[in-house]
């Protein structure tokens, strides 16, 4: 009896061990349905020399030139963004921001990392296998939003050949149903006919059925981009912009029409939702597009209406994207001379708080 009884008990053990490791792994693949846009485009001169994308230019207007040649931010502190980051100048390339950054992404509730990759030697590049390597470590996964780099698609497909190759193999490499899937940032500005030479399956140069297969995920801006998404290849569409109202595909209004145009066309919809927005530091002439974070009201009311289209991911835009104020990751009260940055109010970290809150209300609805 002694020796039934103890038997039991290490079948019971056993039992238990089982569940759990699959009840974390089952909780851990749905934060897979929540993806983060993440830039590694930033550096500074203690570990690149030279500062990166923290002394942004100040853009010109595509039309009125009194906005033309009005110069750069130095970095410092006097960066081109309206909020200040609680981790200062920071540079992308270094592993203990890294590793800060994806422990943040952790407690936000998101579970793939998009990071922007402007293709191969570029600066985004450099530290792909440090971000694959430490979101490893935090159980998190890394997929791609491919930059508008390229000129042609066979310079394209020659790009993501060398992705595949040099990365796919990584256990954080993220990969739905056994395939990667990309991101493809102003997708229309190559037509649909030459899209459809990499991504249909009779295409000269498909994807299909090599190694290149993935689920490519195009940008929908204007209502019109429904001929392109029924003729380019693409798998589904997502939204990007935290601007609310600033396209026909960010409009939170419009994406009923866009869920129920996935369903009837077999394609992955992504809303994408953002906590506000405001580039005017960079974009002075932008004034029109800037939308107030409203203590985390605007947040709120974003994430609702992806929820409310009962997607099979939600987007978020962004972690870091610091030149158009679109970030969570924490940032602090600053005031340099002729200008005061916007912030958070009393907790840095509010936004990865409120996305965990969020991401926890999207997953419950699933």
């Not at 060398?162 to 796919?168: A, H, I």
């Amino acid at each position: 009896m002694v020796m039934a009884n103890g038997l039991k008990k290490v079948v019971l053990v056993i039992a238990l061990t089982f569940f759990f490791a699959e009840n974390f792994a089952q909780k851990n693949n749905d934060r897979e349905k929540v993806h983060i846009f993440y830039y590694g485009w930033y550096g500074n001169p203690e570990t690149d020399h030279h500062y990166y994308h923290w002394n942004h230019d100040i853009l010109p207007h595509w039309s009125d030139p009194k906005w033309n040649n009005l110069g750069n931010y130095k970095g410092g502190n006097d960066i081109g963004a309206n909020f200040y980051p609680a981790l200062g100048n920071y540079s992308s390339n270094d592993p203990e921001v890294i590793e800060k950054h994806m422990k943040m992404i952790k407690k936000s509730g998101a579970g793939v990392v998009v990071i922007s990759w402007l293709g191969k030697d570029s600066y985004t590049d450099k530290s792909t296998m440090k971000y694959l390597d430490i979101a490893d470590r935090f159980n998190l996964k890394i997929a791609f939003h491919i930059e508008p780099f390229y000129k042609t698609i066979s310079e394209l497909r020659d790009q993501l050949s060398y992705l595949v190759k040099t990365y796919s193999s990584h256990h954080a490499f993220y990969k739905k149903d056994g395939k990667p899937l990309y991101y493809v940032y102003d997708s229309y500005k190559i037509s649909p006919q030459e899209w459809t030479r990499l991504l249909s399956k009779n295409g000269e140069n498909t994807v299909r059925n090599t190694e290149l297969d993935a689920l490519y995920i195009g940008l929908w801006v204007e209502k019109e981009d429904t001929r392109f998404f029924e003729t380019s290849g693409f798998d589904g569409f997502y939204t990007y912009f935290a601007s609310d109202g600033f396209v026909f595909g960010s409009t939170t209004s419009n994406w009923n029409y866009l869920s129920q145009y996935s369903k009837d066309h077999h394609l992955i919809f992504i809303p994408c939702v953002g906590p506000g927005y405001s580039d005017t530091r960079i974009r002075p002439w932008n004034e029109a597009n800037f939308k107030s974070r409203d203590n985390g009201g605007y947040y709120k009311k974003m994430f609702d209406a992806a929820i409310n289209v009962n997607p099979d991911f939600i987007g978020i835009t962004s972690f870091n994207e610091w030149h158009e104020g679109t970030q969570i990751e924490p940032a602090i009260p600053k005031e340099i001379e002729g200008f005061r940055y916007e912030d958070y109010g009393k907790d840095p970290w509010m936004y990865i708080k409120m996305t965990k809150k969020l991401t926890d209300k999207f997953l419950q609805r699933k």
